[in-house]
């Protein structure tokens, strides 16, 4: 062999020896093992605050050794951040004053009770901010997940915000643990609902439609998507909805550590107006009051010092929510008794509770959910469908609790519920376990407490008094003249200060609402959640203040243009005194003085 070729090969070998003792001392250096760290593309980590972490361990659970890992997927996190345009990050869009009163817009907000004109400007695929708690983004969850079946019922939804679901789920689900999409149409009306549908759905993976081919409402529509899932767990949601980053493996592994647990994650806001992506809160516990409106209380002492630890949560909210498929049928499902919709949270918590499961909230799994402002479908040809649904379940699951309820509604007291021979089987055959696990009757007595003041709210600066004029949830309101000095007039002039601490007009379940701290902040109507916060209100009979609690504001009024919002106190300004019809003064020095 050449002399030339000798050499090549000698430091070809040398070449090689030394990049052999490279590697193995970098090894030696950074092993691989179950700590290694997570990737984290470049992007990311200049868009975003996620931090390089364990990517992987093993943890033991009931004396068995199990890996847990991180399922973030990075790089679609890399690719929402990026994205630009129209409502993208979860940002609302404003319409113009053109759009509002183009026929087109009122048309879509008659047929759907939300903005559908601002859907249709927004991409399928938009992003949503991050607004889980920072240490989700670091919580690692077990690696063996079990399957899911998302089970969406419509019924004449618009077409673009059923799509963004699909397509929110489609590109924030690791595709491991999704089983399918299962659509199931309950009769829709809607041509954009058929063919339009049908071809979008053709060029996506693993989403199907069942279609019912006639009116059955929400709760048989959920059952018939039940019968045909095909995965481990069932995942119940609305038609309007947006999954939030990594909010899956949350929702599962409660189930896969004890099938008889059933998961909701934290339900956000879309706003119905403008779909700006926002935090409802940062968790509550569902109840209900014994008009049988559903509610949430504040939460346990205990529960906030672990931000990102599923608690126990009474009763679901009932729009979202997982449950192995195993132990939804060992429940016997829904009550296929139960009509339309309302009462199934109820039912569902109640059988859940009681017949030896656990129920949830994931708090580092979120998901955006659009509340109509009115509901556009209405209940069909089933009558008083609500009263029968709330009676069968009184009747089946709360035992000596019903006469609390019949007692606030005599309706519900004289209602058939039907046949629910069924039902009390159940109970017989899952020997179920009646107790009072949570403490409803503190919050929502069975007699209502005495109101600290009530009946009209007029303003000592002139002949005005507070007029909500009957307005739905996020109205503003203001002053007009008082009702008892004019004959044959119509309004809302009468109000109460509740026991709760806000003010609500009498007989319904909105209340006076300050959603932010600052000048001359309108107040508005939102729905009564009775845990203070931004409707905590107090009266001061000796300066005539009405005091919002949490800001430290009065409820001041601009008399020439009737407005009223909050403002700084100031001692002797008219436009901030004002006075109640009636008061109870021994109330107010026993619970209220502490606030002045």
């Known amino acids: 062999m050449p002399l030339r070729f000798r050499r090549k090969r000698v430091l070809l070998v040398f070449f090689l020896f030394l990049s052999t003792i490279y590697l193995i001392n970098k090894q030696l250096k950074h092993p691989l093992d179950i700590d290694e760290q997570a990737y984290v593309p470049k992007d990311e980590k200049k868009s ?56 087109d817009f009122q048309r879509l907000y008659r047929e759907n009770g939300f903005y559908a004109f601002i859907s249709d400007n927004i991409s399928l695929h938009r992003s949503v901010k991050d607004i889980r708690h920072s240490d989700c983004k670091k919580k690692l969850y077990l690696a063996e997940l079990p399957s899911v079946t998302i089970i969406i019922p419509i019924h004449d939804e618009h077409l673009t915000t059923l799509l963004r679901s699909i397509h929110s789920i489609l590109n924030r689900t690791p595709p491991k643990l999704l089983t ?18 049908d071809a979008h759905i053709t060029n996506l993976t693993k989403t199907r439609i069942i279609r019912l081919q006639k009116r059955e409402g929400l709760i048989r529509t959920r059952l018939a998507g039940a019968r045909e899932a095909k995965a481990d767990v069932l995942i119940f949601f609305d038609s309007h909805i947006e999954v939030n980053i990594n909010w899956l493996p949350p929702l599962l592994e409660p189930i896969a550590l004890n099938y008889k647990t059933s998961v909701c994650p934290f339900i956000d806001v879309i706003k119905w107006e403008t779909f700006a992506y926002v935090a409802q809160d940062e968790g509550a516990r569902g109840a209900f009051d014994w008009g049988m409106f559903y509610k949430r209380l504040p939460l346990l002492s205990g529960t906030e010092s672990n931000p990102t630890e599923p608690f126990d949560n009474p009763v679901m909210a009932g729009g979202l929510f997982a449950i192995s498929k195993k132990w939804f049928w060992e429940l016997d499902g829904y009550d296929e008794g139960l009509d339309v919709w309302g009462g199934e949270q109820y039912e569902m918590s109640f059988k859940i509770w009681q017949c030896g499961g656990r129920l949830v909230d994931a708090p580092c799994s979120r998901v955006g959910h659009i509340y109509r402002q009115f509901n556009p479908h209405g209940g069909f040809h089933f009558g008083d469908y609500l009263s029968r649904n709330h009676k069968r379940v009184a009747v089946v699951w709360m035992d000596e609790y019903a006469d609390y309820i019949y007692k606030r509604n005599t309706r519900i007291r004289n209602t058939d519920p039907g046949d629910v021979k069924k039902q009390i089987a159940l109970r017989e055959k899952r020997n179920v376990n009646h107790s009072n696990a949570f403490d409803l009757p503190q919050y929502y007595p069975p007699v209502p407490l005495p109101p600290y003041a009530e009946g009209e709210i007029r303003s000592m600066a002139a002949a005005l008094c507070i007029d909500t004029k009957h307005g739905g949830e996020q109205a503003t309101f203001g002053l007009e003249k008082c009702l008892k000095d004019q004959q044959g007039k119509s309004g809302e002039q009468e ?12 007989g319904r379940e909105v209340c006076f609402d300050v959603p932010k701290r600052g000048k001359r902040i309108p107040v508005v109507l939102f729905n009564c959640h009775g845990m203070r916060g931004n409707q905590h209100f107090v009266y001061n009979p000796t300066n005539f203040h009405i005091l ?7 409820l001041d009024c601009d008399i020439e243009s009737k407005m009223i919002f909050m403002e700084e106190c100031e001692f002797e300004k008219k436009t901030q005194e004002w006075k109640f019809s009636s008061f109870n003064d021994t109330l107010i020095l026993k619970d209220l003085k502490k606030f002045f």
Request: glycine content about 8%.
């Open 48 to 103: 975003v605050s996620y931090k390089s972490q364990i990517s992987k361990k093993i943890v033991e659970i009931n004396g068995e050794k199990v890996q847990k890992i991180d399922w973030h997927d990075y790089e679609s996190i890399a690719r929402d951040n990026a994205r630009t345009g129209v409502g993208e990050g979860g940002v609302g869009v404003e319409p113009s004053a053109q759009e509002r009163n183009s026929p």
């Open 495 to 506: 109000f109460e200060l509740s026991w709760r601490q806000d003010i609500r007009p009498k």
């Open 180 to 197: 399918e999409i299962l659509l199931v149409d309950d009769a829709s009306g809607k041509e954009s609902l058929k063919s339009p549908l």
């Open 548 to 554: 919002h609690v949490s800001t430290n504001l009065c």
